[in-house]
C-alpha cells in the first residue's frame, strides 16, 4: 500500500505523464509484489529555478520518494530500484538520474477507512 511521489524539473516529460506513472506503478508491481489494484501514484513537475539538483545530473533527474509499510527485505528494495531503472529507461531516463527514497512506517501509523492499517486485512504481503 504504498504512496508514491515523483518529482522531477518541468519540460521533459511533455504529454507523457500518464506513461511515466504506469511504469513506476509496474516497477513497484514488480519490485514490491503489491497487488495490481494498489494505486496511489503523484507527480510533480517543478520549474527550472524551484529545484536544484547534483552536478552533472540531466534534464530528466528525478526524485522518488516511496511512504510503505516496514518488513520489505532487501531483495524486495533490490528488485524495486532496478525495476525502476530498468522501466525509466524507455524514457531516456539513465539509472543515475533517479534517486530513490524509501520512507518506512509502522503500519499503526497509516489510517486506512477510519482504521489504523494494523487492524486491518490488508489482502497482501508485506514481508516479500
Given at each position: 500500500m504504498p504512496a508514491t511521489r515523483i518529482e522531477t524539473r518541468r519540460g521533459?516529460?511533455?504529454d507523457r505523464r500518464l506513461?511515466?506513472?504506469e511504469a513506476v506503478q509496474r516497477a513497484?508491481?514488480?519490485g514490491l509484489k503489491i497487488p495490481e489494484h494498489d494505486r496511489c501514484i503523484r507527480l510533480a513537475e517543478y520549474d527550472a529555478d524551484a529545484m536544484i539538483v547534483p552536478p552533472g545530473k540531466g534534464p530528466s533527474y528525478l526524485?522518488?520518494?516511496i511512504t510503505l509499510f516496514s518488513g520489505r527485505s532487501l531483495?524486495?528494495?533490490r528488485r524495486l530500484y532496478a525495476a525502476l531503472a530498468e522501466e525509466l529507461s524507455a524514457f531516456g531516463v539513465p539509472a543515475s538520474d533517479i534517486k530513490t527514497v524509501l520512507v518506512e512506517t509502522a503500519p499503526e501509523n497509516w489510517g486506512l477507512r477510519g482504521l489504523p492499517a494494523?487492524?486491518?486485512d490488508l489482502g497482501f504481503k508485506v514481508d516479500v
Open positions: 521533459w516529460i511533455g506513461d511515466i506513472i513497484l508491481l514488480a526524485v522518488i520518494e531483495d524486495a528494495k494494523s487492524d486491518i
